[in-house]
Nanobody, 122 residues
Framework: VQLVESGGGSVQAGGSLRLSCTRS????????MGWFRQAPGKEREAVAF????????YYTNSVKGRFTISQDSSKNTVYLQMNSLKPEDTAMYYC?????????????????WGQGTQVTVS
């Protein structure tokens, strides 16, 4: 399984970015995809997840109302639309997926990870 992220960059506070993550080689029946982030000197934290096929979404409190996760199943791609960005959103963002089971918050429940894409908000 490969996860390839794109869409990171630098933006001023209040701006927007959209991250994309395309998954390949995935053959499992269940389908949870999501995003974690890690800021310098901090632990990796869960940001948002989406379950398929029911489309249930989950967000950490600090991004609710600002970030939206969505999925294009035909393209095996998940998106994270990030609006009203704040300096505290600055981090490396990692796409992740599980080999089975619904979405969970714990990092060790995820089997596959992308290389990460940097988001910097100034």
């Amino acid at each position: 399984v490969q996860l390839v992220e794109s869409g990171g960059g630098s933006v001023q506070a209040g701006g927007s970015l959209r991250l994309s993550c395309t998954r390949s080689g995935y053959t499992y029946k269940t389908n949870c995809m999501g995003w974690f982030r890690q800021a310098p000197g901090k632990e990796r934290e869960a940001v948002a997840f989406i379950d398929s096929p029911d489309g249930s979404t989950y967000y950490t409190n600090s991004v609710k109302g600002r970030f939206t996760i969505s999925q294009d199943s035909s393209k095996n791609t998940v998106y994270l639309q990030m609006n009203s960005l704040k300096p505290e959103d600055t981090a490396m963002y990692y796409c992740t997926t599980r080999s089975r089971g619904a979405c969970r918050w714990a990092e060790d429940m995820y089997d596959y990870w992308g290389q990460g894409t940097q988001v910097t908000v100034s």
